[in-house]
């Protein structure tokens, strides 16, 4: 049977995007939202602040009973009552008198001003004012902050401290958003070892679930990393299924191109709903997408070279991460730049070329090879070259993905 063509990345893309549904909206306490995009518009249910209240410590007056105060023409009223905030008992103030006031208080009924103590001898039976306020000077009106009924934070926010501070502000103590996707990330090779153990002449340490678990958590998820397992069929289909229980959604690393040991395609080849192919991108081309399991979890299988792996996150895990968390744009946003230094582009692939991004300025960083984790570390953004352009020469203008970029 002749080998099929390769699928263009926005191809493989969306049927991942299509595929997968956003995670179920829950009731969640305002400390465990924070991080996490909310599901519904919250509007205000009551009007902030709730109550005229006073500005300053000092004495609540009518203000035509002050408004000639003055240096040279003190005004004398006597003091009724005191309201400390969180007391309320007095309600009213009788016109000629005043209220000693504490920021934060109620302000009577009848009451238009607050006179700060520092205008005044700070009298207990009597106070003697020695500036007049303007007409509502220190007091904070009712709803001047926010309007019962005005949309605090739309859908699709992600939660930040202030909104915290604003949703507790109107009383809400929970607020609907979708939990963080919990993502376990597996990868394969006889030859990896976990960092911090020995190495033997003939293996390496597994760089990929770490790179792959940091990114999951960057992006919002909850990274379960199994770390490795060898490249045999058996272990590894253990081990998967040891870990659907606890997964959203799986991404395992190696194990899925053309070589003799791929025991990610070998497990998983005959699972009915396993797309197992090459998308037209470099570095990426061996991918996997299906749904695995009792509760079909979705599964991503990414090609084991580190850069590749990386890129692949980027272009296709990330999305639908994003997806799950109902968080859109899915994908990260391009951006143009200008090019420094030209090169040459494989014709049919799409390329995404580590580099270095500043100020609408892009230079390609380092090799060709997919193993070049030291020059993938030092870049901060991915040249994306169209599958159809062959040659690019400095000066031209680019897309680029800015890898450190909150979107
Ligand atoms: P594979 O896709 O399994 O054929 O692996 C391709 C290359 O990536 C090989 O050189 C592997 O040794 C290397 N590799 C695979 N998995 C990892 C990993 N988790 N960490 C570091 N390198 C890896
Ligand atoms: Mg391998």
Same mark, same amino acid.
């Given at each position: ?131 007049? *306020? ?26 930040? !401290? ?18 963080? !996707? ?47 397992? *060898? ?87 990330? !999305? ?56 993938? #570390? ?8 169209? #599958? ?20």
């Amino acid at each position: 049977m002749a080998e099929p063509g390769p699928i263009s990345v926005a191809d493989h893309l969306a049927r991942i995007l299509d595929s997968i549904e956003p995670l179920g909206v829950y009731d969640q306490s305002l400390l465990d939202a924070v991080g996490l995009p909310i599901a519904e518009d919250v509007t205000a249910p009551m009007p902030l602040p709730p109550f005229d209240n006073s500005a300053m410590d000092g004495y609540a007056v009518a203000f035509h009973d002050v408004a000639d105060a003055a240096e040279d023409h003190h005004i004398h009223l006597p003091v009724v009552g005191e309201i400390g905030a969180g007391q309320s008992r007095l309600v009213a103030l009788s016109p000629g008198t005043a209220v000693k006031i504490m920021t934060g208080a109620p302000v009577p009924h009848g009451a238009d001003a607050v006179v700060p103590y520092e205008w005044t001898d700070r009298g207990v039976a009597h106070v003697e004012i020695s500036r007049a *306020p303007q007409l509502g000077q220190h007091v904070r009106r009712a709803g001047e902050d926010v309007e019962k009924g005005e949309v605090l934070v739309s859908e699709g926010t992600v939660l930040g !401290p202030r909104h915290v501070g604003l949703l507790a502000a109107v009383g809400r103590s929970s607020v609907k958003a979708r939990p963080r !996707p919990r993502v376990v990330v597996l990868s394969t090779g006889s030859e990896l070892r976990e960092p911090g153990d020995a190495l033997a002449p003939d293996s390496i340490y597994d760089s990929n679930s770490y790179m792959l678990a940091a990114a999951v958590r960057a992006a919002g998820g909850i990274p379960y990393r199994v770390g490795s397992v *060898p490249d045999d069929a058996a272990g590894f289909t253990e081990a998967l299924h040891d870990q659907l229980v606890r997964a959203d959604l799986v991404v395992t690393s190696g194990g899925v191109s053309e070589g003799d040991y791929d025991v990610v395609k070998e497990a998983l080849r005959d699972t009915g709903t396993m797309w197992f192919g090459k998308v037209a991108m470099q570095p990426g081309k061996p991918q996997g997408f299906g749904f695995i399991g009792d509760d079909e979890v979705p599964i991503l299988t990414l090609p084991g070279n580190p850069v590749s792996s990386y890129i692949s996150f980027q272009v296709f895990v990330l !999305p639908a991460l994003r997806r799950l968390q109902g968080r859109t744009p899915y994908e990260r946003p391009t951006r143009t730049a200008r090019l420094t230094h030209g090169f040459s582009s494989p014709e049919g692939r799409e390329q995404f070329v580590r580099a270095d991004y500043d100020a609408s300025v892009v230079t390609p960083v380092g090799g060709h090879g997919s193993h070049l984790l030291g020059d993938l #570390a030092t870049a901060n953004a991915l040249i994306n070259v169209p #599958a159809d352009v062959t040659s690019l020469t400095p000066g031209d203008s680019v897309q680029v993905l800015l890898l450190d970029e909150d979107f």
